[in-house]
């Protein structure tokens, strides 16, 4: 599975992305994907996810109402729109994918075996 990010960027507060994540190498029926930011040195933070079958959503606190995950199964990509944009969104971004889930745990870093390379997102005040 390979898993490939984009779309990262320069933004000002209040401004808006559109993430992407293309997926390959798999067919995903059963997997749970996921996206995790991070910022120079603070671990790896949970932001959303989904179930690629079904569409089942989950979101961190701090994103919700703002970022909305969502996914295309014909095109094997995953997105993360990201919307009202604060400097603390500043990190690198990851998509991630789990072939197989706990229920409850797809916030737990651990349970994604396959990760993309990351994209940049900067906020700017």
């Known amino acids: 599975v390979q898993l490939q990010a984009s779309g990262g960027g320069l933004v000002q507060a209040g401004g808006s992305l559109r993430l992407s994540c293309a997926a390959a190498g798999g067919t995903f029926s059963n997997y749970v994907m996921g996206w995790f930011r991070q910022t120079p040195g603070k671990d790896r933070e949970f932001v959303a996810a989904?179930?690629?079958?079904?569409?089942?959503?989950y979101y961190a606190d701090s994103v919700k109402g703002r970022f909305t995950i969502s996914k295309d199964v014909f095109k094997k990509m995953m997105y993360l729109q990201l919307n009202s944009l604060k400097p603390e969104d500043t990190a690198i971004y990851y998509c991630a994918a789990a072939h197989r889930m706990i229920v409850g745990r797809w916030y737990t870093e651990e349970m994604y075996d396959y990760w993309g390379q990351g994209t940049q997102v900067t906020v700017s005040s």
């Open positions: 989904i179930r690629w079958s079904g569409g089942s959503t």
